[in-house]
């Protein structure tokens, strides 16, 4: 069996990106409440399967974190930004003129246009070349797994604040760090970005990636 780099990290992509936050999610559930028995999975299989279907809840609901990525690069980071929506723009233009259009898919600025356009680029560097894939891949998984820690982080912080006494410190400690996982997750997630279109236009264009 030949081993292809597209399949090693799609395997990383489902790992860090659902089974990962679905097992730190009932890790923290697990330690909040230590003295309640029900809580308490003994089996691991129990464990790896209940964590692999809530990091999928997980993953579903922080995609809709994907649409306040641009309005934080631009606060954070301007000159990123123009060179982000600028490369989208040389992909946009070079799919065009290899399909023999040269009519706009719609609006630039539009989020779902953006996402389509991400999407047909992906789809192309997967088809074209499976290292450029796999690296692709690699960034993915890292800004899935940031992603989703945002919403564990905050959702065991209320929880945390629902123990008496104690919840207010792990609460706080949870928030900042999901606070920083944040703006790990904006980083990852437009370099990932970047490298699609880079690397598409690079393969539209006949060079390799």
Same mark, same amino acid.
């Not at 730190?24 to 029900?38: G, N, T, W």
């Not at 998984?141 to 919840?167: E, F, H, T």
């Given at each position: 069996?030949?081993?292809?780099?597209?399949?090693?990290?799609?395997?990383?992509?489902?790992?860090?990106?659902?089974?990962?936050?679905?097992?730190?999610?009932?890790?923290?559930?697990?330690?909040?409440?230590?003295?309640?028995?029900? +809580?308490?999975?003994?089996?691991? $299989?129990?464990?790896? /399967? @209940? %964590?692999?279907?809530?990091? #999928?809840?997980?993953?579903?609901?922080?995609?809709?974190?994907?649409?306040?990525?641009?309005?934080?690069?631009?606060?954070?980071?301007?000159?990123?930004?123009?060179?982000?929506?600028?490369?989208?723009?040389?992909?946009?233009?070079?799919?065009?003129?290899s399909m023999g259009s040269e009519k706009s898919a719609g609006d630039a600025h539009d989020p779902q246009v953006?996402?389509?356009?991400?999407?047909?680029? +992906?789809?192309?560097?997967?088809? $074209?070349?499976?290292? /450029? @894939? %796999?690296?692709?891949?690699? #960034?993915?998984?890292?800004?899935?797994?940031?992603?989703?820690?945002?919403?564990?982080?905050?959702?065991?912080?209320?929880?945390?604040?629902?123990?008496?006494?104690?919840?207010?410190?792990?609460?706080?400690?949870?928030?900042?760090?999901?606070?920083?996982?944040?703006?790990?997750?904006?980083?990852?997630?437009?370099?990932?970005?970047?490298?699609?279109?880079?690397?598409?236009?690079?393969?539209?264009?006949?060079?390799?990636?």
């Amino acid at each position: 069996m030949s081993f292809k780099p597209g399949d090693f990290y799609l395997g990383v992509v489902s790992f860090l990106g659902v089974l990962l936050p679905g097992a730190v999610f009932l890790f923290l559930l697990l330690f909040s409440y230590p003295a309640d028995p029900r +809580l308490r999975l003994q089996d691991w $299989r129990v464990f790896a /399967a @209940a %964590a692999y279907i809530v990091g #999928h809840l997980f993953l579903a609901v922080a995609e809709r974190l994907n649409s306040t990525a641009d309005r934080v690069t631009r606060l954070l980071g301007r000159h990123f930004y123009d060179a982000l929506f600028n490369v989208e723009g040389d992909f946009a233009s070079a799919h065009r003129a290899s399909m023999g259009s040269e009519k706009s898919a719609g609006d630039a600025h539009d989020p779902q246009v953006r996402a389509f356009r991400f999407h047909t680029a +992906l789809s192309y560097v997967r088809l $074209r070349s499976a290292e /450029a @894939a %796999a690296e692709v891949d690699h #960034h993915m998984a890292d800004y899935k797994l940031l992603r989703s820690l945002v919403l564990v982080l905050l959702l065991n912080a209320i929880i945390a604040l629902r123990r008496p006494n104690d919840g207010w410190p792990a609460a706080t400690i949870e928030i900042v760090v999901s606070a920083f996982a944040y703006v790990c997750f904006v980083r990852m997630y437009n370099w990932a970005r970047y490298l699609v279109f880079d690397y598409a236009i690079m393969l539209l264009k006949g060079k390799p990636a």
